[in-house]
């Protein structure tokens, strides 16, 4: 299967930064586009960032000019850099990718691909004085 593991996430002042990293293992073949979404408690989840394969990006109003996302296929990792945090900011972030996964059977006599949808365990931003 496919998972992600995602990590850089912490306690920052207002007017800080952080950058989020997530990588991709498992039997991944190819990423189609990778996004971030965030949940604050009480509140529903969003999309904050998305990019393709091919570097296409979209960014939700709320974060746009202050955050940048990357993708590094070849290491099936992307990239969430944070500038300017606000307290509004503060939220779990999640990593989710969308692709297609290679499959191997009988033992190796054939495979299959087949496509994978995929979310991280999350990681806490706490943006505070």
């Known amino acids: 299967q496919v998972r992600l593991v995602e990590s850089g996430g912490g306690l920052v002042e207002p007017g800080g930064s952080l950058r989020l990293s997530c990588v991709g293992s498992g039997n991944i073949y190819y990423i189609r586009e990778m996004s971030w979404h965030r949940q604050a408690p009480g509140k529903q989840r969003e999309l904050v960032a998305r990019i393709t394969n091919g570097g296409d990006t979209n960014y939700a109003t709320s974060v746009k000019g202050r955050f940048i996302v990357s993708i590094d296929t070849a290491k099936k990792t992307t990239y969430l850099q944070m500038n300017s945090l606000n307290p509004e900011d503060t939220a779990v972030y999640y990593c989710?990718?969308?692709?297609?996964?290679?499959?191997?059977?009988?033992?190796?006599?054939?495979?299959?691909?087949?496509?994978?949808?995929?979310w991280g365990q999350g990681t806490q931003v706490t943006v505070y004085s």
């Open positions: 989710n990718a969308d692709g297609t996964q290679s499959n191997y059977g009988l033992g190796g006599s054939f495979q299959s691909f087949t496509d994978f949808n995929s």
